[in-house]
C-alpha cells in the first residue's frame, strides 16, 4: 500500500508539472523583451524595412523560414500565411508587423485581412493590423506578437 500511495504522488507531480509548462506557453507578461521594445521605440512584433549588413555586402542574410517579398503584402493590409501559422501587415508603408494567426477566442485560424482588421472566420473577431489587439469581438485579448526579420525586400520568421 505504501508503494502505491508514492507512485500516485510521483505521478500527481509529473501531470502537475507538465500542466504548469503547457500552460505558461499560453500567455506572457511581456517580461523584459517588452521594456526593451519599449525603450527603443518600437512594439513587439514592430519591423521596420530596411537593408541588412548582409543584404549590402551581397551575402545570405541569416534568419528563418523566408515568408514573402515585401511588395507581398499590401499597404494599410496584410497576409496570413496559413502553414507557419502567422500573419504579415504593413500598417503604413514600410512599417511590417506580424501576429499569430491564431485567435484568441476559440483557437480558430483567421483568414484574411480585410479593412485594416485581421478577421477570425469562425465568429468574426477582428484584430487591428498595427497592433493585433481587438477591433471587434467575440475576442477579449489580441493576437500575440511574432517575430519577422526584414532583409532588403525579403521578409522571413526570425
Same mark, same amino acid.
Given at each position: 500500500?505504501?508503494?502505491?500511495?508514492?507512485?500516485?504522488? %510521483?505521478? +500527481?507531480?509529473?501531470?502537475?508539472?507538465?500542466?504548469?509548462?503547457?500552460? @505558461?506557453?499560453?500567455?506572457?507578461?511581456?517580461?523584459?523583451?517588452?521594456?526593451?521594445?519599449?525603450?527603443?521605440?518600437?512594439?513587439?512584433?514592430? %519591423? !521596420? =524595412?530596411? /537593408?541588412?549588413?548582409?543584404? +549590402?555586402?551581397?551575402? =545570405?542574410?541569416?534568419?528563418? #523560414? *523566408?515568408?514573402?517579398?515585401?511588395?507581398?503584402?499590401?499597404?494599410?493590409?496584410?497576409? &496570413? $500565411?496559413?502553414? #507557419?501559422?502567422?500573419? &504579415?501587415? #504593413? /500598417?503604413?508603408?514600410?512599417? $511590417?508587423? *506580424? $501576429?499569430?494567426?491564431?485567435?484568441?477566442? #476559440?483557437?480558430?485560424? %483567421? *483568414?484574411? %485581412?480585410?479593412?485594416?482588421?485581421?478577421?477570425? /472566420?469562425?465568429? !468574426?473577431?477582428?484584430?487591428?493590423?498595427?497592433?493585433?489587439?481587438?477591433?471587434?469581438?467575440?475576442?477579449?485579448?489580441?493576437?500575440? +506578437? *511574432?517575430?519577422? =526579420? &526584414?532583409?532588403?525586400?525579403?521578409? @522571413?520568421?526570425?
Amino acid at each position: 500500500m505504501g508503494d502505491t500511495t508514492r507512485r500516485r504522488t %510521483v505521478l +500527481a507531480a509529473g501531470a502537475a508539472t507538465l500542466a504548469g509548462t503547457v500552460l @505558461s506557453g499560453c500567455g506572457s507578461d511581456g517580461g523584459t523583451e517588452a521594456a526593451a521594445d519599449n525603450a527603443a521605440g518600437t512594439a513587439p512584433g514592430d %519591423v !521596420q =524595412a530596411q /537593408p541588412s549588413a548582409g543584404a +549590402a555586402a551581397g551575402g =545570405a542574410g541569416g534568419g528563418g #523560414q *523566408a515568408l514573402a517579398q515585401t511588395s507581398d503584402i499590401p499597404v494599410g493590409g496584410g497576409k &496570413v $500565411f496559413k502553414d #507557419q501559422k502567422v500573419v &504579415v501587415t #504593413q /500598417p503604413m508603408a514600410g512599417q $511590417f508587423k *506580424a $501576429f499569430s494567426a491564431t485567435c484568441t477566442h #476559440q483557437g480558430c485560424s %483567421v *483568414a484574411t %485581412v480585410k479593412d485594416g482588421n485581421i478577421v477570425c /472566420p469562425c465568429h !468574426q473577431s477582428l484584430f487591428k493590423i498595427s497592433d493585433g489587439t481587438v477591433a471587434g469581438g467575440p475576442a477579449t485579448r489580441p493576437l500575440a +506578437a *511574432a517575430k519577422i =526579420a &526584414v532583409e532588403g525586400d525579403k521578409i @522571413s520568421l526570425a
